[in-house]
């Protein structure tokens, strides 16, 4: 018994420190620091917030006022999108989408705290709206009509689209048109991907174009100089750079629209209408976030924030 | 069936791209297959032992691997090539192995007396094993070499996933994803494309296999 009391308190004791250590990065979006920290730390109480932030006024049997009167949120999103959604070692989320959430969150009148975060990978996020485990989904979430039938979305919040990735010294490729004007250049993309199949019309010939199975192939050819340039959707090319140190930047502009939506229950207009006005009503933490998270990637354009598209 | 009809153009090019491949690792891997073959019988211990360490290595690791050790290693090493040099001679290495085990088979079945009266009327080991050996033992593995060669056509599908593209297997994973055609036809498709290859390879052996048939 003895032994495990001190065991117990060793671990609260490093579990505590990690936190700290961590800079204060919301340590109450991880499920695990919050049940752990909860009974020890007498700093940040959930109990402060009805007083500070005045219980916003909606309608009644809407959404909005059902997420306002509990005070809490299910959001979906990525835990695996580096500048998006990923989750840190100590469990804590970051990335645009991430910050998206925290923004309708704050205008519900929930504090980023208590957003309860649920994991939607791209299989799952249909059935994560349609069964009801999260109340809004913001996940590199592309807006198209097959999913529009099973759900409504808000937003758009971003356009995502194609671009280039290099080796940081390169020079020469500077977007798509280079692969016209230089038929030595070679691009590599997933064999069947629809960016396999955008970049063909800015090839001199079918040679250039380069196919793998997974981009991590391709990216360990623009590595090893097999390759000289990478091509998909600028989401997943950011990933490859952050995690490449410095070794493969972003070039060009994006010459496809991949539109990102916010997905909520079919057919929720009011909530809808809701997400898009907050978005509209909060430009400028729109673009803080985009600077503080996948901003921050060499090679990245700041967006503007796209019309909003009708609520069906 | 429309998926395949459509797009016969593209299963064309495909068709003629895994073709190519299968043509030109065939005449490598034979060619590279005897030599091996031929060094493993030899009288000299380090060209056994390299005889025999070849089959073992390529004869034991996945394709897949050799593949990859070829696309994505040896440009680590400062070897840049095509991709399509390295997958091709991928499967040349890799075929070897089982070539060269073929035609020893059938060197061992040669009697050992061919050997002995072909050094004794003073012909060297090269002349012996060109000139009376291999010619006799080539015609015996007829059939399990053509088996090696029809695996390496099937094998060839492999090939195309490590950036060369454009053959026949990738050409179903395009119109299937992106283009979105349903799955069963477009493989069906390939799958025909395939056997337009391997059939006509078959029957070719039979012909062969009749017309340099010895009685022994």
């Known amino acids: 018994m003895r032994i495990r009391k001190i065991g117990a308190a060793l671990s609260a004791g490093t579990l505590m420190f990690a936190l700290a250590a961590c800079g204060g990065d919301d340590p109450a979006t991880t499920p695990g620091a919050s049940g752990g920290g909860s009974t020890e730390e007498p700093t940040e109480e959930p109990s402060e917030e009805p007083s500070e932030e005045p219980p916003a006024e909606f309608e009644a049997g809407t959404t909005m006022a059902a997420l306002a009167e509990a005070g809490a949120v299910t959001v979906g999103t990525k835990f695996d999108q580096p500048g998006f959604g990923l989750q840190g070692l100590d469990g804590s989320l970051e990335g645009f989408d991430v910050e998206v959430a925290k923004i309708i969150a704050a205008e519900l009148g929930i504090a980023a705290d208590s957003i309860e975060w649920f994991e939607t990978t791209s299989a799952i996020r249909e059935e994560a709206i349609e069964g009801g485990d999260v109340d809004f989904v913001v996940a590199t979430y592309t807006i198209n009509e097959e999913r529009a039938q099973r759900i409504t979305f808000a937003g758009p919040y971003y356009n995502a689209g194609q671009q280039i990735m290099v080796l940081t010294e390169n020079t020469e490729i500077t977007g798509p048109e280079a692969f016209t004007a230089n038929p030595e250049l070679s691009v590599c993309s997933v064999t069947g991907s629809t960016p396999s199949e955008n970049i063909r019309e800015f090839l001199a010939s079918e040679d250039q174009l380069v196919l793998f199975e997974t981009y991590s192939e391709c990216a360990d050819s623009l590595g090893n100089g097999q390759v000289d340039a990478v091509t998909t959707d600028n989401v997943i090319l950011l990933g490859f750079a952050a995690a490449s140190e410095g070794a493969y930047k972003l070039v060009g502009e994006q010459f496809t629209e991949e539109p990102y939506g916010i997905g909520i229950t079919k057919g929720d207009v009011e909530f809808c209408e809701f997400i898009n006005q907050t978005l509209q009503d909060n430009e400028d933490a729109y673009l803080a976030a985009w600077d503080a998270t996948a901003g921050q990637i060499e090679g990245t354009q700041a967006p503007e924030l796209p019309e909003p598209s009708d609520c069906v | ?216």
């Open chain 2, 1 to 216: 069936m429309d998926a395949v009809t459509e797009n016969l153009d593209l299963y064309w090019s495909g068709f003629l791209t895994s073709l190519g491949i299968c043509l030109v690792a065939m005449v490598g891997s034979l060619a590279l297959g005897t030599v091996i073959a031929a060094c493993r019988v030899s009288p000299v211990p380090p060209l056994r032992g390299l005889g025999t360490w070849w089959v073992n290595t390529f004869r034991n690791t996945p394709l897949t691997l050799v593949l990859f050790f070829s696309a994505f290693g040896l440009p680590e090493i400062g070897i840049n090539r095509t991709f399509y040099f390295f997958g091709v001679s991928a499967l040349v290495l890799y075929t070897s192995a089982f070539v060269c085990e073929a035609i020893r088979s059938g060197i061992n079945s040669v009697s050992a007396g061919q050997a002995e009266a072909a050094r004794s009327i003073g012909l060297t080991f090269g002349q012996s094993l060109t000139l009376v050996v291999l010619p006799q033992a080539l015609r015996t593995v007829v059939p399990p070499l053509g088996s090696v060669i029809i695996a390496m056509f099937k094998n060839s599908a492999v090939v195309g996933a490590f950036g060369v593209g454009g053959d026949l297997f990738s050409t179903g994973a395009t119109l299937t994803s992106a283009r979105g055609f349903a799955n069963l036809p477009v493989i069906t498709g390939v799958a025909l494309g395939y056997l337009a290859i391997t059939l006509p390879a078959g029957l070719l052996l039979q012909v062969i296999e009749r017309k340099v048939a010895i009685i022994r």
